[in-house]
Structure formats: structure tokens, C-alpha cells
């Protein structure tokens, strides 16, 4: 953690009572601990927003099989009336 502009030009009394209080209150360590924990939040929020990209590309990924199965089943109509099995029977 670094030390405040204040105390820069603050008289040396105030440094070491500052430093005093950051020992105290164990600042370095409850540091360490909140940053840990923001690095395993930005972990699972990674997994989610993968889980939520992988998800949206699998819904479109349907989407185009299903056009695939749509434009196929039009193209047999169409062959199937040019060959004559499809239509009017004279």
C-alpha cells in the first residue's frame, strides 16, 4: 500500500504513527486476502461470461442447421416437381 501525499511532506511523527496504524491494523495482510478474493470473483465471472458466449454461439449454431434442413427440404420440393413426382397428375 502506498503512503499518502499527506504524509510526504508531514512531519515524521506522523509517518511512523501512520505506519504504526497500517502495522496495527494489518493492512498488507486484509490487502493480500481482498485481492485473492477479487481473483477468484474474476475467475468465475471468466467462466460465466465463456459459459454465456459458448451458449449464444450453440443457440446460432442451431439456427443455421435448421435453415441447412429448411433449404434442403425446399430444393427436394423443387427437384420433385421438375422430375414430376410432386404436382398435378395429367
Request: proline share 3%; net charge negative; glycine share 6%.
Amino acid at each position: 500500500l502506498d503512503r499518502p501525499e499527506f504524509f510526504w511532506d508531514a512531519p515524521d511523527s506522523l509517518q511512523d504513527l501512520y505506519d504504526a496504524v497500517c502495522e496495527y491494523l494489518e493492512v498488507d495482510t486484509r490487502l493480500e486476502t481482498l485481492n485473492a478474493r477479487f481473483e477468484v470473483l474474476q475467475a468465475t465471472l471468466d467462466v460465466l461470461r465463456d459459459h454465456q458466449n459458448n451458449e449464444h454461439s450453440s443457440y446460432l449454431e442451431w439456427i443455421i442447421i435448421i435453415l441447412i434442413a429448411v433449404e434442403i427440404g425446399i430444393g427436394l420440393v423443387e427437384i420433385g416437381g421438375i422430375m414430376g413426382w410432386l404436382g398435378p397428375k395429367e
